[in-house]
């Protein structure tokens, strides 16, 4: 399945045993465990696969040819690759003595077909009414955090939060690694850069929002916040920059503005945490919640509106939730989506002729 057009042919040359899983566009991410043990997710579920290597040698030489082709080093004074491939895919690996049993890599490969709203509806991820929710706090400039688990679509949902974005605002991406697929015609991508074998040359999402700042953007859109740029992010929020998103790793809407503020706290800048809960809370208007579900599917299971500090603490509002009503014998979660509470914003809707779902029913 190998082609002189693929991007990737390098891949199929150096992985040889998992190129038939490379080529299968069902396969969202290859999991590697060592030489005899290669797990795949097809369809939101993990497999153990028959596929193995001949030895730890070839698999990690496999490993760290990869390395070199991205100009990057994996040996023991580098025991670990971070590297995005052509295509946009991204491969991180884990020698020994670090990985016990053996070189792990995982393959999370790149998506080629953008998921539009349009198909997260049509796969159930979102109800009608989480539609018109996900399209007011766009079009209204709220600024939206998209936060959930590991592998639970949010930046799937990022990008078709994005595709709400007027066509004629400038926007400026920031990303790690380049995952996003804006559509829109003033779109500006920054990527950040590892440091040299030396140490030297290192650019972050920080260094970026910075940069960003000064260059006229009508919205922000950070692909991840993970650190110290989550203070970056608040203070830019909270000096006009309206209408702007990211992502986060949290457990719920509510964690998600306590992951913001530890984020914020990494920062290295001292700052009364009073002060930092009040910046968190008028920075974000609403947190749109994922997660992947048993049987594999991932659903935006929760819109929640940030509410202002209530005695020093977060507060919250669910406008929609997913309710889980029953498992099957098949194992596949069935329920549905429960209209909450009205948002905050119901009248500046109306004044922008924004329709929203009707709460009144």
């Known amino acids: 399945m190998e082609s002189n057009n693929n991007p990737n042919s390098f ?11 490379l080529a299968d566009d069902e396969v969202s991410e290859i999991l590697i465990n060592g030489p005899k043990q290669v797990y795949i997710e097809r369809k939101g579920r993990l497999e153990l696969t028959p596929a193995a290597f001949p030895s ?18 994996l040996n023991d004074d580098n025991p670990r690759l971070d590297a995005r491939l052509p295509d946009g895919s991204r491969v991180h690996a884990v020698i020994p003595p670090l ?14 077909d953008t998921l539009t709203v349009e198909k997260l509806h049509k796969f159930g991820s979102l109800s009608d009414d989480s539609v018109l929710l996900i399209k007011a706090l766009v079009g209204l400039h709220k600024n939206v955090i998209v936060s959930g688990g590991t592998s639970s679509g949010k930046t799937s949902v990022l990008n078709a939060l994005s595709s709400f974005i007027a066509n004629h605002e400038r926007i400026l991406v920031i990303e790690d690694a380049s995952e996003l697929q804006l559509q829109q ?10 440091p040299d074998k030396n140490g030297q040359g290192e650019v972050t999402i920080r260094d970026l929002i910075h940069s960003s700042l000064r260059l006229r953007p009508d919205r922000l859109v950070i692909g991840e916040i993970r650190g110290g740029e989550a203070l970056d992010l608040l203070q830019a929020l909270n000096t006009g920059h309206a209408g702007s998103m990211s992502t986060i790793h949290a457990n719920s809407p509510l964690d998600c503005m306590y992951r913001l503020e530890t984020c914020a706290l990494l920062s290295g800048i001292e700052i009364p945490l009073v002060a930092l809960r009040s910046q968190v809370a008028s920075a974000i208007d609403a947190v749109v919640h994922t997660a992947r ?10 819109i929640s509106e940030i509410l202002p500090l209530k005695n020093g603490e977060y507060q919250t509002q669910d406008l929609i939730v997913w309710q889980t009503e029953r498992i099957t014998t098949e194992g596949k979660v069935e329920g549905r989506f429960v209209l909450k509470n009205k948002p905050t914003f119901m009248a500046e809707a109306e004044i922008a002729r924004i329709q929203l779902p009707n709460y009144d029913q």
């Open 11 to 21: 891949l199929t040359l150096f992985l040889a045993p998992v190129k038939d899983y």
């Open 56 to 73: 730890e040698q070839g698999l990690r030489a496999a490993a760290s040819n990869i390395a070199k082709t991205m100009q990057r080093l």
């Open 99 to 112: 990985a016990r049993c053996g070189t792990v890599i995982a393959i999370r490969k790149f998506k080629k």
């Open 185 to 194: 015609e003033h779109v500006v991508c920054f990527e950040t850069r590892k």
């Open 293 to 302: 579900l048993v049987d594999g599917s991932r659903k935006v299971i929760a």
